[in-house]
């Protein structure tokens, strides 16, 4: 897949990576059990927090599609609206998770703000993973003039028993929280932009 290749070439570019995922006769974490139930189907969400920055979003409706789950590597297309820009891609790396957001334009090329996030801060069985923002993150948010963003910290949650995924971003004075209800399978959307099956 394009958008796999892509990644990993960019994740080194950006010294980001430090190892190829898990491979296939590692253990799976308790966070990849809770995932797998999901893999290959999409979930409706909706945004839980108040921000205004988020109105323009609260006015589409939002799905994501957990579509790629290897061993260790999951990929997420988040659908918002008609827009199929943006990929959650969580790999476990030894005994951590990383999270890279992957942003693509229309045509499949990447935008200048893509690859960004971490790694957890987490243990690779918790159900809760907190990404703060790895240097390569900073360097890139510094070299795009938004230095506020360096302070980011991600979390992904999987919560089996109340049937929710949920996504959020914060740092002092932003918060944006997506709660995806995964006991309701939804249609599975078009292929994110970039991808190439």
């Avoid at 893999?39 to 409706?61: H, V």
């Amino acid at each position: 897949m394009l958008i796999r290749a892509t990644l990993f070439s960019s994740c080194l570019v950006l010294s980001a990576c430090a190892a190829q995922p898990v491979p296939a006769t590692s253990p799976v974490s308790g966070f990849e059990a809770a995932l797998q139930p999901l893999c290959g189907k999409a979930y409706e969400g909706r945004i839980t927090t108040t921000d205004a920055a988020d109105d323009d979003w609260r006015a589409e409706r939002i799905v994501m599609h957990m579509r790629t789950c290897d061993p260790g590597l999951v990929t997420v297309p988040l659908h918002v609206g008609d827009d199929r820009s943006r990929i959650w891609v969580l790999m476990q790396i030894g005994d951590r998770w990383e999270l890279r957001h992957d942003h693509r334009h229309e045509d499949g090329e990447p935008d200048v703000l893509t690859l960004y996030g971490g790694f957890a801060s987490t243990p690779a069985d918790a159900l809760i993973q907190d990404f703060p923002a790895d240097q390569a993150t900073k360097d890139l948010f510094d070299q795009e003039n938004i230095p506020v963003s360096k302070t980011n910290v991600w979390t992904v949650e999987v919560d089996p028993e109340a049937g929710l995924f949920t996504y959020q971003l914060a740092r002092p004075g932003r918060l944006l929280r997506l709660e995806f209800d995964t006991s309701r399978p939804v249609d599975v959307p078009p292929p994110p932009w970039g991808a190439v099956d």
